[in-house]
């Protein structure tokens, strides 16, 4: 009787394992699952996250490898960074560019935009703002050739205003360590918008004054330059190039009110190069949808020109930067300011014309967007942005009776909405206050596309 006892407790005692392990793996299942769809969740956000970044900030470097190999593809977009890259090193969402050849990339953009100004409509005008051609091509999976022409204000001649410019041409060449070397004329990695320019890349039908009026945008120069993506986060770029040729400044128009340097760019054209110039930035990604970074170009810009009173002044220009994604939200703001030294000679020459060069400049903003509707073939995301800056804010001391009054901290709102139709299409409408000069209060429409 002990043994049939012993059996059944044996026999029960066996049953009882695998119920008791079947509800212990149950349970573990049961959380396990839960943990998938966690998982699943945060990655999904990461890749939403992610896409915007990769978006603006890789497209280029992207598709010109996309003919190679996947190895290759991975290696270009590391090497590019608004947005944001070197800030944002390269464009905004757009289609697959078209392939001329199994190494040739052709892409391109451009913007048409209509602007009606709030007290005097008379002055209402449409304007073809830019076209142009890019041509990416790779001699092998490190080497490649980036070229880009644009056509500015529809007509170009003698007697119209329109532009025909080389906006980059370089070389660049990628080392096993992510080191990667270029030469020729390539943007200068400062703030959020020079490198990272097309209409599909930033909100609001015209681009914002910090980075045009102080950072003159679209800025290329010619020279070498170096930069590399560590596994940290950080990107670093460094160059020397040419600089600005102060000999060009007119104290008898506005040009220089409106963009000091903009006013005195060279742009590659025969660039007078006996004064050069260096640049560095730095940006941080160490967290998804977010960039953290800073630049600075600086540089004698008399250019040993002769008879010339101002051939030791130097530029310095800086700036800092930072851009956040997270989810539908799109958050940015710019600090960026210049000085101009050893100028006291010279703009008493300038005495009794309007225009004389100033010592200090500088410019902020602080944007927010908000993607509030999206579906397979439309996204709508309004945005409200402030910025102040002024171009002449302060000037070199001058004899008695030649001082200068400096120029108003201008603060202009602009709030509208950017229509993305699929991913290189955008409708822009806008309105912009301003707060010194309220003649330029305007309503702005645009439509712009890249590939």
């Given at each position: 009787m002990k043994k049939n006892i012993l059996a059944q407790a044996v026999a029960l005692a066996l049953m009882a394992s695998p119920l008791a392990a079947s509800a212990s793996e149950a349970e573990l299942l049961k959380r396990l699952d839960k943990l998938a769809a966690e998982v699943e969740q945060l990655k999904a956000e990461l890749a939403a996250t992610k896409k915007k970044t990769d978006t603006v900030e890789k497209r280029q470097d992207a598709l010109a490898a996309a003919p190679v190999a996947p190895a290759a593809v991975v290696a270009a977009s590391a090497g590019t960074a608004p947005a944001v890259t070197a800030p944002v090193s390269t464009a905004a969402a757009a289609s697959p560019a078209t392939m001329l050849g199994p190494n040739t990339v052709l892409s391109s953009y451009g913007e048409v935009n209509y602007t009606r100004p709030r007290h005097d409509s008379s002055k209402s005008q449409a304007d073809v703002a830019r076209a142009v051609i890019g041509i990416t091509h790779r001699f092998?999976?490190?080497t490649k050739m980036v070229a880009e022409f644009e056509w500015e204000h529809a007509v170009t001649s003698a007697s119209d205003k329109g532009e025909t410019e080389v906006e980059q041409l370089y070389v660049e060449r990628e080392f096993n360590n992510g080191l990667r070397a270029k030469g020729g004329l390539f943007l200068i990695p400062a703030g959020l918008l020079n490198t990272n320019h097309e209409p599909t890349a930033y909100y609001g039908v015209y681009r914002n004054?910090?980075?045009?009026a102080i950072i003159p945008s679209t800025w290329r120069e010619a020279g070498l330059g170096l930069s590399q993506t560590l596994d940290n986060g950080i990107t670093w770029d460094t160059g020397l190039t040419t600089g600005f040729d102060l000999s060009k400044w007119d104290a008898t128009t506005t040009d220089g009110r409106t963009s000091p340097l903009g006013s005195i760019h060279q742009e590659g054209q025969m660039a007078k190069s006996h004064d050069l110039s260096v640049f560095g930035a730095l940006n941080w990604?160490?967290?998804?949808?977010?960039?953290?970074?800073?630049?600075?170009?600086?540089?004698?810009?008399?250019?040993?020109?002769?008879?010339?009173?101002?051939?030791?002044?130097?530029?310095?220009?800086?700036?800092?930067?930072?851009?956040?994604?997270?989810?539908?939200?799109?958050?940015?703001?710019?600090?960026?300011?210049?000085?101009?030294?050893?100028?006291?000679?010279?703009?008493?020459t300038f005495a009794g014309n309007p225009t004389p060069v100033p010592s200090s400049f500088y410019g902020w903003y602080t944007q927010a967007a908000y993607q509030l509707w999206k579906n397979s073939d439309y996204t709508l995301t309004p945005f409200l942005r402030y910025e102040r800056f002024n171009t002449a804010n302060s000037y070199a001391a001058m004899p008695a009776g030649l001082a200068v009054a400096t120029g108003p901290n201008e603060g202009v709102w602009t709030v509208g909405t950017n229509f993305n139709v699929g991913e290189g299409v955008v409708l822009k409408a806008d309105y912009q206050k301003f707060k010194v000069d309220t003649a330029r209060d305007r309503f702005n429409l645009g439509l712009g596309y890249a590939f």
């Open positions: 092998d999976e490190k004054f910090v980075e045009t990604r160490g967290v998804p949808g977010l960039l953290l970074g800073g630049s600075v170009f600086t540089g004698k810009i008399g250019q040993k020109t002769p008879d010339f009173a101002a051939q030791d002044a130097r530029l310095t220009l800086w700036d800092l930067h930072a851009r956040y994604t997270p989810g539908k939200w799109d958050l940015s703001a710019v600090y960026a300011r210049g000085t101009i030294s050893n100028t006291e000679a010279l703009n008493q």
